[in-house]
């Protein structure tokens, strides 16, 4: 799909990450772009999960039925890289909370981006007539550039405009984040001597970096986190540097069978393989290094939670490891995969309304 102006820069990291700073939450949601975890604070995340457990109840009570907290809001979706959960989970919370939900007709591939118009432009169009936006993208800091466009149209336009980031390139997805730790602390109710695991392609897995760095705020817990990858993909320097200065106590191998028996959160994930497009040589020498098959489970703790973002491919074994793996109690994934959908609804309350919730 090309990406308008940015087809040729889609592999540099965009200017604006290091020049816009986004707001940081600080207690207070409303009209604030949502792009980076680090604008979360511990206190923020402990309100966006009682918002999102309080959700989560009012849908299961009343049937999957509405819970009309944003009723006259529009989200637009735009999104320029495949995905399935990021896409419908938005949408299902949007149309949840009694909002509107718009796109691009054909997708976005088909909006002005065919005729080559640059991503500032497309995001201030999306802007006139959304309250929300939320911008998947292949570019490093992509939301950044978008945040600060969308600051300088709100200057002209009498309702402003939020973007939620859905992911930009081999950067962060901070709502991916977010339902992560939410499931974690759904499912261990505490951070106590926790050993996180994330296990797979950690150099371009925008999800293990955001999750990282949220783990940051419960370092004083004693949580030691194990960073498991081939060598050619393990995690950026200063996502790790991060963590050590937190005070977790950061282990990094090659080897899982040195950190499995103890982990008790195991985040497999995918080997991105569309990050490989200039050496799919490489892709194919680390491929098949870390898969997870229900005889690999036998090894870990009977109380670990397994976490995966998903989609799956073999790094999960074949169909039937799949089929076995799903019906092991301490397989998350598909509560995992729900939660994003309480997440989002909670996050866009609370940025579109900041409503108590
Ligand atoms: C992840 C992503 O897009 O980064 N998927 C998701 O949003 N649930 C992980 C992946 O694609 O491997």
Known sequence: MTTGEHDSQVSQPNPFLTQYVPPRIDGSFTGK????????????????FDAAASLRKRVHESDRGL??????????????????????????????????????????????VYKGENLADTVRAAGCYADVLVLRHPQ???SYEAAYYLDKLNQRIQNPTVIISGGDGIGEHPTQALLDMFTIYDKKKQFNHLTVTMVGDLRHGRTVHSLAKLLTHYAPEQVTVCLVSPRSLTTPREIVARLQASGISVFETSELQAVLGQSDVIYWTRVQEERFAADPQEYEAVKDDFIITPAVMRHAKPDAILMHPLPRKHEMGTRSDHDILDEDPRAVYFEQMENGM????????????????
Do not use: P, W
């Open 33 to 48: 772009h949502i792009i980076t975890v680090d604008q979360f604070a511990r206190k923020d995340l402990q309100i966006l």
């Open 342 to 357: 309480f997440i989002r609804m909670a996050l866009l309350a609370k940025v579109l309304r900041g409503v108590y919730v």
């Open 140 to 142: 490093l800091g992509s």
């Open 67 to 112: 819970v009309e907290l944003c009723n006259s809001k529009v989200m637009a979706s735009l999104f320029f890289e495949a995905s399935t959960r990021t896409d419908l989970s938005f949408q299902a919370a949007m149309r949840r909370l009694g909002g509107k939900v718009i796109s691009a007709s054909n997708g976005v591939q088909f909006s002005s």
